[in-house]
């Protein structure tokens, strides 16, 4: 089997040091849990950046910042941008990152519920637009799902060009909103993208390391971090994504299966840097 991507979600823009102290604000703190991940494992930093009293921001300048920071401790490794922001953000606020010509970017396809009154809002043509300008920019897009229906507008949009094959989808389970984080749910979305594609998967909340599991096993890959989850264990809180990405790397070894690299994940997705 192909060796494992891990993505670490270090950040987020929901998440606070309320839920766990080790969530990352300053620029310093967010080099300091991607250098946890990296170390750890993952060859992808999933990135969502803040201020430094913890709001969330698509700040180009941030982002910057926060991405040189991250290289100086991380070289090789593969970072992406979020442009899904937070709820409410504009589209001209959520796609500041790309300007920065990351690797990678999130393209979210689809619209759902997040929780009591937040609407993640996502239009057919706001996706089309997000896809053009980041293959302007020959920005890889992560195609972030949160239900089924979502994967077939991927579909759709892929059909017409503005999604490029091979795609690469990110399943995003467990959301309250979106498709539950069950094993009957994961095989549904595995099975219903191309044979050429790859997925990885983000189980939310006591799900991550249930899906992780699977994903490790069904030859997909695995997503982990605080953005989705702060407990290492029931009760126990990670203290950092780094101890997050170590589970899973333990779980990969018990099964057989490797980790790969930053060069190596580039490989698996077709990324040519
Ligand atoms: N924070 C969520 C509203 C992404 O990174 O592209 C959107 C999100 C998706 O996290
Ligand atoms: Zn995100």
């Known amino acids: 089997m192909e060796k494992l991507i891990i993505t670490a ?14 969530v990352p604000y300053t620029v310093e703190e967010i080099a300091r849990e991607a250098q946890s991940a990296y170390k750890a494992g993952a060859s992808i930093i999933h990135l969502h950046v803040r201020f430094d009293d913890g709001t969330p921001t698509q700040s180009k300048e941030r982002f910057f910042e926060c991405m040189e920071a991250i290289k100086k401790l991380c070289p090789d490794v593969i970072i992406q941008p979020s442009t899904g922001g937070a709820v409410g953000m504009s589209n001209d606020e959520r796609l500041q990152p790309i300007e920065l010509m990351p690797e990678m970017a999130t393209l979210d396809c689809g619209t759902c519920n997040f929780g009591g009154d937040d609407i993640f809002v996502n239009t057919e043509n706001m996706i089309i637009d997000f896809a053009n300008k980041m293959n302007a920019r020959g920005i890889k897009p992560e195609i972030e799902v949160f239900d089924k229906g979502m994967i077939d507008m991927a579909l759709r949009l892929n059909k017409k060009g503005y999604i490029k094959s091979p795609m690469h989808f990110d399943f995003v389970m467990g959301v309250n909103g979106g498709i539950s984080g069950t094993p009957r749910d994961l095989l549904f979305m595995a099975n ?5 594609a790859t997925w990885t998967v983000a189980g939310v909340g006591r799900c991550e390391f249930p899906m992780a599991v699977m994903g490790i096993l069904m030859g997909g890959h695995v ?13 126990v809180l990670a203290r950092s994504n780094g101890e997050l990405v170590e589970k899973v790397v333990r779980l990969a070894k018990e099964l057989g ?16 840097n």
């Open 9 to 22: 979600c270090i950040c987020g823009a929901e998440v606070t040091k309320e839920h766990n102290p080790a």
């Open 192 to 196: 219903s993208i191309p044979h050429d």
């Open 223 to 235: 997503r982990v971090g605080f953005e989705d989850n702060v407990y290492l264990e029931k009760g």
């Open 257 to 272: 299966r490797g980790i790969a690299s930053p060069a190596e994940a580039r490989k698996i997705l077709g990324i040519n």
